[in-house]
């Protein structure tokens, strides 16, 4: 069963399912007020993020490249992620830890 991931006006959705309808069924059924704006195959596991609770609804987003390489190398581990992401960038903890999140929210 392939993986969906659904951008609605609040929410990224990225769930199993058996076609298109299907994954348009899970938001209807779990968010029925939002709005459909994206749908895609994506091979990845399921989550969940609300784009209002981490205020993104309104800016315009900007991946990192270097976080996004860091994510890829490490399979998605978030740990190591930040750590590959501080020996590349020679950032500290905090700010490591924000770059490798907030990109894996944009579903690196």
């Known amino acids: 069963m392939p993986l969906f991931e659904i951008e609605t006006d609040a ?3 990225i769930t199993w399912a058996e076609n298109e309808d299907a ?15 994206r749908l895609t195959k994506r091979p990845r596991d399921s989550w969940v993020i609300s784009k209002g609770a981490l205020g993104l609804t309104d800016r315009t987003l900007d991946p990192c490249m270097t976080a996004r390489e860091c994510l890829s190398k490490s399979a998605g581990d ?11 960038t020679g950032c500290d ?10 990109n894996m929210v944009m579903g690196w």
């Open 78 to 88: 978030k740990v190591n992620a930040i750590r590959l992401y501080r020996m590349e």
């Open 93 to 102: 903890l905090e700010q490591a830890r924000i770059a490798i999140e907030s």
């Open 11 to 13: 929410h990224i959705i």
């Open 23 to 37: 994954a348009r069924e899970v938001v209807d059924d779990a968010y029925p007020e939002d709005e459909l704006m």
